[in-house]
């Protein structure tokens, strides 16, 4: 199956983006992918290629439960080379206690976790039964982390040795992000802990830490950061801290930033592309599978960019560029992508086939109400900050997915919908201008 610029569950469900890297001449993007029923479940990883991170085609299933450790499911990871190998890491799952009614559940939030890994010398063919190994075994030790809730290793290269950063929450129901060093991606012992003063949150979901423009970047997803009756209390932040490599400690500032105003966006990844960006990936939680068939998608990928403390993510520019075919209509329900430019000015408005998006005291206002499931989770109305760099929009819209990028990348908004219809309206004082992709 073949995806264009979204990638979208091939069938049944997918949520977190795995493994992302660049290699070999080819991208990989691994997901937490449950292969029998559109609904959470027993994870694998579904594996999908790209050559440009524009085309991109599912090959199948790389990764699933085989050892006592992983049986429940192969959570979250990442993937780093060496010498042309390419090794992934990531959280292994044990139900203690099994649901008897649905297997691929498990009662009570009682199960264990480890990290494994394993290797493929072509980031095509895996060793399932072979070749995994398990790296961190199950924690016992409260004031290290949980033994539950620590996973989503993120692997990288330093300056002396390997680093792992994992998710985990502290005995007093805090997240934390926890610290592993190794010379050989086989052997790790843990090096450092760092959690923030405030409570962001009872669990980090997702670490990555990485550095863009000289500063230090670290994304994560922390449970329950807000209440939230309507939509996700679970969200995608990132924040400059200083992170001190030696001692693998880290200062946190006191102010963090959404990953995406729109709500919908979860669990992060990013990797370095071929010409050296950092590029994030993100889940789109979708409340309902589409035609009964599928859920859940992953944004167009973002480069990271870092200007006066702030933290952009801007469209690729290859997909905007590939966006150059001019025209008078939208086929956003066609199954094709359109993307629209507009200069939003205060006051002023426009709708997209049911989706409504105006200005109004700066910010960027959506309101999905009418293409959207009724009492599904998940917000109906969104916003970003201020604007503070222009009146510029670029948005991207597919049949289940919009995405606003306001001034290049200073704040992003999408969400997922359904039954967007072909219609465009807008009241504002320059026309708005819509590209289809000229392929």
């Given at each position: 199956?073949?995806?264009?610029?979204?990638?979208?569950?091939?069938?049944?469900?997918?949520?977190?983006?795995?493994?992302?890297?660049?290699?070999?001449?080819?991208?990989?993007?691994?997901?937490?992918?449950?292969?029998?029923?559109?609904?959470?479940?027993?994870?694998?990883?579904?594996?999908?290629?790209?050559?440009?991170?524009?085309?991109?085609?599912?090959?199948?299933?790389?990764?699933?439960?085989?050892?006592?450790?992983?049986?429940?499911?192969?959570?979250?990871?990442?993937?780093?080379?060496?010498?042309?190998?390419?090794?992934?890491?990531?959280?292994?799952?044990?139900?203690?206690?099994?649901?008897?009614?649905?297997?691929?559940?498990?009662?009570?939030?009682?199960?264990?976790?480890?990290?494994?890994?394993?290797?493929?010398?072509?980031?095509?063919?895996?060793?399932?039964?072979?070749?995994?190994?398990?790296?961190?075994?199950?924690?016992?030790?409260?004031?290290?982390?949980?033994?539950?809730?620590?996973?989503?290793?993120?692997?990288?290269?330093?300056?002396?040795?390997?680093?792992?950063?994992?998710?985990?929450?502290?005995?007093?129901?805090?997240?934390?992000?926890?610290?592993?060093?190794?010379?050989?991606?086989?052997?790790?012992?843990?090096?450092?802990?760092?959690?923030?003063?405030?409570?962001?949150?009872?669990?980090?979901?997702?670490?990555?830490?990485?550095?863009?423009?000289?500063?230090?970047?670290?994304?994560?997803?922390?449970?329950?950061?807000?209440?939230?009756?309507?939509?996700?209390?679970?969200?995608?932040?990132?924040?400059?801290?200083?992170?001190?490599?030696?001692?693998?400690?880290?200062?946190?500032?006191?102010?963090?930033?959404?990953?995406?105003?729109?709500?919908?966006?979860?669990?992060?990844?990013?990797?370095?592309?071929?010409?050296?960006?950092?590029?994030?990936?993100?889940?789109?939680?979708?409340?309902?599978?589409?035609?009964?068939?599928?859920?859940?998608?992953?944004?167009?990928?973002?480069?990271?960019?870092?200007?006066?403390?702030?933290?952009?993510?801007?469209?690729?520019?290859?997909?905007?560029?590939?966006?150059?075919?001019?025209?008078?209509?939208?086929?956003?329900?066609?199954?094709?992508?359109?993307?629209?430019?507009?200069?939003?000015?205060?006051?002023?408005?426009l709708e997209i086939g049911g989706y409504k998006i105006l200005r109004q005291s700066g910010k960027v206002c959506a309101d999905r109400t009418d293409v959207y499931p009724s009492g599904a989770k998940g917000w109906l109305h969104a916003e970003t900050p201020q604007l503070k760099e222009g009146d510029l929009l670029e948005i991207f819209v597919d049949p289940n997915m919009i995405e606003i990028y306001a001034n290049n990348g200073e704040y992003v908004l999408s969400q997922a919908v359904y039954g967007l219809g072909e219609t465009f309206s807008y009241e504002m004082?320059?026309?708005?201008?819509?590209?289809?992709?000229?392929?």
């Amino acid at each position: 199956m073949k995806n264009r610029l979204h990638v979208k569950a091939p069938g049944n469900w997918v949520n977190d983006p795995n493994g992302m890297i660049y290699y070999k001449g080819q991208y990989h993007l691994f997901y937490q992918h449950f292969p029998y029923a559109p609904r959470w479940g027993t994870m694998h990883w579904g594996h999908a290629v790209s050559p440009d991170l524009i085309h991109w085609e599912h090959v199948g299933v790389a990764l699933f439960p085989s050892l006592s450790e992983d049986q429940n499911g192969c959570f979250s990871g990442s993937a780093v080379e060496e010498n042309g190998v390419m090794h992934l890491f990531y959280t292994g799952v044990h139900y203690n206690q099994v649901n008897p009614k649905d297997i691929h559940q498990c009662l009570d939030q009682d199960f264990t976790s480890a990290q494994l890994h394993l290797t493929s010398k072509d980031g095509m063919h895996f060793d399932v039964f072979g070749d995994k190994e398990v790296v961190i075994p199950a924690l016992t030790d409260p004031e290290i982390g949980d033994n539950t809730h620590t996973r989503d290793p993120k692997v990288w290269k330093g300056s002396d040795a390997w680093y792992m950063v994992l998710g985990s929450t502290t005995k007093d129901h805090k997240g934390e992000a926890l610290f592993y060093k190794s010379e050989d991606l086989s052997h790790w012992h843990l090096a450092g802990q760092a959690t923030t003063k405030q409570k962001l949150g009872w669990m980090w979901e997702c670490p990555d830490l990485f550095n863009v423009n000289g500063r230090s970047v670290f994304v994560f997803s922390p449970m329950e950061l807000i209440e939230d009756t309507d939509g996700y209390a679970d969200r995608a932040i990132c924040m400059l801290p200083e992170f001190d490599e030696k001692t693998c400690t880290m200062k946190f500032p006191e102010n963090w930033q959404l990953l995406d105003c729109g709500g919908d966006l979860y669990a992060p990844q990013t990797m370095t592309d071929a010409d050296g960006n950092r590029i994030s990936i993100a889940w789109l939680r979708m409340p309902e599978p589409v035609d009964g068939i599928w859920q859940g998608m992953f944004c167009l990928p973002r480069v990271v960019d870092v200007q006066n403390d702030h933290i952009y993510f801007r469209v690729l520019p290859a997909i905007r560029d590939g966006f150059c075919k001019k025209t008078d209509s939208l086929v956003s329900a066609c199954g094709e992508c359109a993307m629209i430019r507009a200069e939003l000015k205060e006051g002023e408005s426009l709708e997209i086939g049911g989706y409504k998006i105006l200005r109004q005291s700066g910010k960027v206002c959506a309101d999905r109400t009418d293409v959207y499931p009724s009492g599904a989770k998940g917000w109906l109305h969104a916003e970003t900050p201020q604007l503070k760099e222009g009146d510029l929009l670029e948005i991207f819209v597919d049949p289940n997915m919009i995405e606003i990028y306001a001034n290049n990348g200073e704040y992003v908004l999408s969400q997922a919908v359904y039954g967007l219809g072909e219609t465009f309206s807008y009241e504002m004082e320059k026309k708005p201008e819509i590209y289809l992709w000229n392929e």
